[in-house]
């Protein structure tokens, strides 16, 4: 008996709010529930609910200490980007980049090269409109690339970036990995090698952590280190995080400066965006995406807590300057204002750039976006503040 | 016949939203409401809906570009916040300051009296914490409070802070409106005046910005401008902008950093975060509450885009130094990232911190929670890096 009704109370709770989800999403609709809740059944008619009626029932869903109850909702463009990015706002989830789950290593590789192919095609038309070009090359035995700028400017002829693609730890490799790299030689006027490492299914952690390493270990031979610096987004975040903490642990020399743009610093679900932005970033949508899957794809069993899986639990203490770069509507920015704070703590100075209604690494995806040149002008301008000439 | 096909037409749309939504909002219920569209019903059983379920439902409502369908969700507390905070981020929507609607002036007065009497009865207390005594006074015929530490740091014996509170142009007025002053004293060991400047219902604009430029002219008199800071939070976060417009405008001396908290830039309602942030945020709630009328109280017929009331539309160029702070729940993250990005644009150095799972100016609301603490510190460090000894 008392289980019985305890089950039926939670059901009640449940049933409560999908239907004050149910009422709020159709923005203009009256609920006339109340009569069908006794069956737990929500009865929902599409004529008038506003604000005014969503009011108490918010009120009263939200009347109590605990988790946050929030209405269905659709959520109009922003008038507050530029129009050139407010498409991309506009943008439908990216299917079936998001929300991938092959069930083998070859349904990963057959998506993976799909994928790549279609993002390597668009690459010669990227560097011709910023007059970049690339020299594919081996480093250390990794496959890498080097982007050069048609012109680099004299304070930048002594300086070098090391770039870390993004993709989930499966996504983006070869060519299709370099738009970041590309971007980052024309809007800021720098010589970029950028590293293909390898990644999953057929090499989990440690593999790609290995080769941006060993790729470091020559980098830093071809320039004075204190000219260097590393960025990368998502997943190329996390890892110049990581490789900052290894080359602390290793005792190598580390760059002058770092970017992490809305770097994936946790592989496990923390951080308050997952949720909040669950659905309206338009990129990664969700962590049950394809992300969940990669992440322990990669980790092969590791401790996704461990600092070189997630480097947000390493000790940032003595790393260089950082700036990081996210959006409103990103996943990852609960990550990168927690990587932001935790970097302060620890004493580094570092910067935080957030982008008006931008979901997940969108600053990378139209060259032509102000949003996109504004991003990486920050990050290039902070790069000049703290690179030897 | 073709308009009620229209109509059906749309309803389905909506019913559809409302579907999702309420299937959305159980977390775990399996949508049975197929047979009862056709008739504009949506019925939702609590079984087992989850993210499987909703990943086809959410990719039907954003395969095309345009408006973000959200269904409804229960969002939990996040785990990546200090426990301290995590109770502010638990705490319910603050009734009836956030939906306050008052009728006449009469009843504005009955809430604005009644909230402010709250509000000064915890002031002694903090003061009691952090050790800061305070004055009333009067400065050019304007209410103002001094608050002094117990301890001035030597660094700071000659700088002097200038601060206007928030509340929306309405609440927090008198002693009530000095927390933040408070907070400023205490951790970071500075002498403060706090402006009470008019509000509506009396005194709309200008009364409020008026009086806090009346209290600038003898600030700067009792202290060089080069070391003194502004800052306040929402509206006083939106007035310390708009003062320094004014006092560019006037060739008045400007202050030598300020501190715009969450600032309410932009009285209209433009920005993202009032929509992605609308019923997530705890503190403010939704554009549509009580501030959607005070901006209309305090404008009294002038145009909200005037860049006295909303300073986003003013000139940034030759601001002083700024530092900014949000929160990833916050309604006004959009405006605080907005005006962070446009004082960038404008030259101005400008630092962002955003802290996890806040809601608006919740950095007020806890001396004990560490992000307080946090929060006040950078701002005090912001302060020693760019004032004058």
């Known amino acids: 008996m008392r289980k019985r009704s305890e089950r039926r109370s939670y059901s ?3 049933v409560r709010h999908a239907c004050i989800a149910a009422a709020a999403a159709t923005l203009s609709a009256s609920v006339i529930a109340s009569a069908a809740q006794a069956e737990d059944v929500c009865v929902v008619k599409s004529t008038d ?3 005014a009626a969503l009011e108490p029932l918010q009120n009263a869903a939200n009347a109590k200490p605990g988790s946050r109850v929030v209405p269905a909702r659709i959520i109009p463009l922003p008038t507050t ?6 498409a991309m706002v506009a943008a439908p989830y990216r299917v079936p980049a998001w929300d991938a789950n092959p069930k083998s290593a070859a349904e990963w590789k057959e998506l993976i090269a799909k994928l790549a192919a279609a ?3 668009v690459q010669p038309a990227l560097r011709e409109k910023l007059g970049v070009t690339m020299e594919p090359t081996t480093i250390a035995g990794v496959k890498a690339f080097i982007l050069t700028p048609k ?7 002594n300086r070098l970036l090391y770039h870390i693609h993004g993709g989930g730890y499966v996504y983006a490799p070869g060519e299709s990995g370099t738009a970041e790299a590309t971007l980052m030689a024309g809007i800021g006027g720098f010589k970029v090698i950028s590293v293909d490492y390898r990644m999953p299914p057929d090499f989990p952690y440690p593999a790609a952590m290995d080769d941006a390493m060993a790729v470091w270990k020559e980098v830093i031979k071809l320039q004075n280190p204190r000219n260097i610096a590393v960025f990368g987004t998502s997943t190329g975040g996390g890892m110049t995080l990581a490789l900052v903490l290894r080359a602390k642990q290793e005792g190598l020399p580390l760059p002058a400066a770092i970017a992490p743009g809305t770097p994936w610093s946790d592989l496990t ?3 308050d965006s997952y949720k909040t932005n669950e659905w309206v970033d338009n990129v990664l949508v969700s962590y049950s995406g394809y992300i969940s ?9 590791h401790d996704l807590k461990d600092p070189q899986l997630s480097p947000i639990y390493g000790d940032f203490h003595g790393f260089p300057p950082a700036i990081l770069t996210s959006g409103t509507r990103d996943l990852f920015l609960s990550l990168t204002v927690l990587t932001h704070r935790k970097l302060r703590q620890a004493g580094v100075e570092a910067q935080l750039q957030v982008y008006e209604g931008m979901s997940h690494a969108q600053y990378l995806f139209d060259a032509d ?7 990486f002008t920050e990050i290039a301008r902070f790069f000049d503040q703290h690179l030897g000439k």
């Not at 980007?81 to 407010?86: D, E, G, M, R």
């Not at 012109?151 to 002829?157: E, G, K, L, R």
């Not at 899957?293 to 069993?301: E, F, Q, R, T, V």
């Not at 976006?369 to 991003?375: F, G, I, L, N, R």
């Open 12 to 14: 009640t709770i449940v």
């Open 151 to 157: 012109v680099i400017p004299p304070a930048n002829q």
């Open 269 to 271: 679900e923390a951080g």
């Open 369 to 375: 976006s102000p949003e996109t040149k504004e991003a």
């Open 119 to 121: 993002g390597a095609a």
């Open 49 to 51: 609910l506003d604000f």
């Open 81 to 86: 980007t530029s129009p050139k990015f407010q």
């Open 293 to 301: 899957h990669s992440a322990l794809l990669y980790a092969n069993g």
